[in-house]
T-cell receptor
């Protein structure tokens, strides 16, 4: 099965600072998702990357997928308390066969932003 | 448009009891999945389905059964609840995971406690 490793596991930053969360796989990623979760709540879709070298931005959050499609980074610029939560990366294991649709996730990164 | 609906939101079970967590989606999605979320473990895939009548195991299937008789519904059954199954359970659905801009939609979660 595909394993996704997220780093760091937790992160504490001061408001206004930039930060980066990484998601690494030992296998090629066919579709990389980033979600955010507030404690005790559901998951909020941030963005999805599919092509090697692809980069997407939403407000102050930018995600990139490397050329080899085995690593993704999520970068937050000028962090705010509203960015606090758990960030989860997810990926599809295979591009076809019976495993298609098998969306698995990393262990999450807990982000705390101090005002 | 209701999206993904999970019931119940909260449940307390005694060890050995059985129950079914319900998940329904009204988006005509082929792919549905069940995850459990434990502290520090991210989302772990229990079972998933690529269409009506087709299911497969995820990372942590033991102690859980699923079936997919219709496109809309994907119930998760705990046959004999154990304290180790205390967790928050999420159901998700999507069209085709891994295709560009295909968001996986999540329910609000079921918080299950087994005593």
């Amino acid at each position: 099965s595909q394993e996704l490793e997220q780093s760091p596991q937790s992160l504490i930053v001061q408001e206004g600072k930039n930060l980066t969360i990484n998601c690494t796989s030992s296998k090629t990623l066919y579709g990389l998702y980033w979600y955010k979760q507030k404690y005790g709540e559901g998951l909020i879709f941030l963005m999805m990357l599919q092509k090697g070298g692809e980069e997407k931005s939403h407000e102050k959050i930018t995600a990139k997928l490397d050329e080899k499609k085995q690593q993704s980074s999520l970068h937050i610029t000028a962090s705010q308390p509203s960015h606090a939560g758990i960030y989860l990366c997810g990926a599809v294991a295979n591009a076809g066969g019976t495993s298609y649709g098998k969306l698995t996730f990393g262990q999450g990164t807990i982000l705390t932003v101090h005002p | 448009n209701a999206g993904v609906t999970q019931t119940p939101k909260f449940q307390v079970l005694k060890t050995g009891q059985s129950m079914t967590l319900q998940c329904a989606q009204d988006m005509n999605h082929e792919y549905m999945s069940w995850y459990r979320q434990d502290p520090g473990m991210g989302l772990r895939l229990i079972h998933y389905s690529v269409g009506a009548g087709i299911t497969d195991q995820g990372e942590v299937p033991n102690g859980y059964n699923v079936s997919r008789s219709t496109t809309e519904d994907f119930p998760l059954r705990l046959l004999s609840a154990a304290p180790s199954q205390t967790s928050v359970y999420f159901c998700a659905s999507s069209y085709s995971p891994g295709y560009q801009n295909t968001e996986a939609f999540f329910g609000q979660g079921t918080r299950l406690t087994v005593v």
